[in-house]
């Protein structure tokens, strides 16, 4: 009868401990894309995004050598992780690239249609099921990722459909992650994501810049290259502490909580990103992308609760003992 009595409870704890997880890893990855936006300015952006890779090496390659169990360097699904690693640093790249010609919050809310691109790829290439609750859903967020492009209004401009390239490469590298499942440790997933990263962003810059003509509009993605000293390693090297710390808060989020009880609370981004460009650069959102934004977290929202409730009895299995 304890027993019966207790699980809600540590399942609930677990809840809120997933959740607060959550929306500390978002406000630590607005955190990181609000410094992006100031240092891209001042470094290339390859260099920015290289740096954050060789942080995460340097914490997560001794940290899997000192763990053991689980953790491995090597491992025979390596096609399926540089895979996504690639398509993870080709969908950034390209995130980071449209910073200075649009606002924070703009870029966001469009990049957000990668959860409702996860879903439907999950139901065209895993087989995941979609009913008729989760298609409206889908179909009403689809719809606000059209209202806040708004392609028929003065102010379109193509590069607004970066972020939308963005979001479906990093949902490519999330049904990829899902292929790999358990197979790998978090930390395998890692290591390899900012290893690739250290060797595909130069390879990027290298071919971006070899295409596109370096001009004052594109200063940000020029070729340049130099070893950070004083401010600037500081400023590279907390970038990607930054984003390291970010990451782990998320993982243990999704490891301790149901997917669908912590998923929702991605969104956290989208308020928190909002609020921080206009108390720094005064950035309002246009009609559109307000709109946009209501009907995307809206549609993300309700498709976390759908998945929560399918979720119930396996939610009712968790044991006191695995706190």
Known sequence: MSV?????????????????????????????????????????????MTARGVVGLAVLVPLIVLLGGPHRLLTPLWPLHLTRALLITLAFSVFYAVFPFMGLAEVSTIFFAAPLIIAVMAWGILGEQIGPHRSIALLIGFAGVLVALNPGGAAFQPLSL???????????????????GDRDSPLTVGVYTVGAMVVTVPLVGALVSAVLPETAA?????????????????HLGGLGVIGLVGLIFLSRAYQIASAGVVAPFDYAYLPMATAIAYLLWGEVPGPATQLGMVMIVASGVYLGYREYRGSGTVAAQVSPHNT
């Not at 990855?29 to 470094?43: C, E, G, P």
């Not at 594109?218 to 500081?234: C, D, F, K, M, S």
């Open 218 to 234: 594109i200063h940000h993605l020029r070729w340049e290259w130099y070893v950070p000293r004083g401010q600037a390693a500081l």
């Open 162 to 180: 970066l972020p939308l390239l963005c979001a479906a490469g990093y949902a490519g590298s999330q049904i990829l992650a899902r292929v790999i």
């Open 4 to 48: 019966t009595l207790q699980t809600p409870q540590v399942f609930v704890s677990r809840s809120l401990q997933g959740i607060l997880c959550v929306i500390i890893g978002m406000a630590l990855f607005v955190a990181q894309d609000v410094a992006m936006k100031v240092l891209i300015t001042q470094y290339p952006l390859w260099m920015l």
